[in-house]
């Protein structure tokens, strides 16, 4: 097999899946701490490997082609709705347990998808130390570790996030 530019049959893909899942998965998992979704992400990744496997072409090693992808898959899991569901789910978690008249339900809906709409307005760095943080439940150490930068950086963005949040959900109030 070479490394550019060829055409990947069934004994090809197996030996690329069993070679490189575990690491697609690992890259997944330490960045959104689900595994469920980690698994969803590596599979998508190789589902369209698999689609597009008579017309592939790669430049280099075929292991920096996956984990670019890899890294992509993940920016567009923060970028789409699946991610603003999960938020959904997250802040509203314990609201079914709570009175649930009309108006109660109405003005939780509009702002749960206000709170959606602000946290997707931040800044990509704010967002996703934002998430890691209220979403995740990790600690600044954690969330440094994970996106290699300082503790003092994931303060800042944490900060910039929650001041912002704070300012727009109290105009939302008014």
């Known amino acids: 097999m070479q490394d550019t530019g060829y055409k990947i049959d069934t004994a090809a893909f197996e030996a690329i899946y069993r070679r490189h899942w575990k690491k697609l998965f690992n890259i997944c998992y330490n960045r959104l701490a689900d595994e469920h979704i980690a698994e969803e992400i590596v599979q998508d990744i190789f589902q369209s ?11 280099g090693p075929i292991e920096h082609y996956l984990v670019r992808a890899a890294k992509l898959e993940i920016m567009d899991f923060y970028r789409t709705g699946t ?19 009309t108006e109660q339900t109405s003005y939780g809906r509009d702002l749960q998808e206000h709170i959606s709409q602000l946290v997707d307005r931040l800044p990509e760095a704010c967002r996703t130390v934002y998430q890691f943080s209220r ?11 994970k996106l290699s930068i300082s503790i003092k950086t994931v303060e800042y963005h944490l900060g910039r996030a929650l001041q912002f949040l704070r300012i727009n959900l109290q105009q939302h109030k008014s």
């Open 135 to 145: 979403l995740h439940g990790l600690n600044n150490k954690e969330i440094a570790q």
């Open 49 to 59: 490997l698999w689609e597009r496997r008579k017309n592939f072409v790669v430049e």
């Open 83 to 101: 991610r603003r569901q999960h938020i959904r789910n997250h802040l509203f978690m314990g609201y079914s347990e709570l009175d649930e008249s």
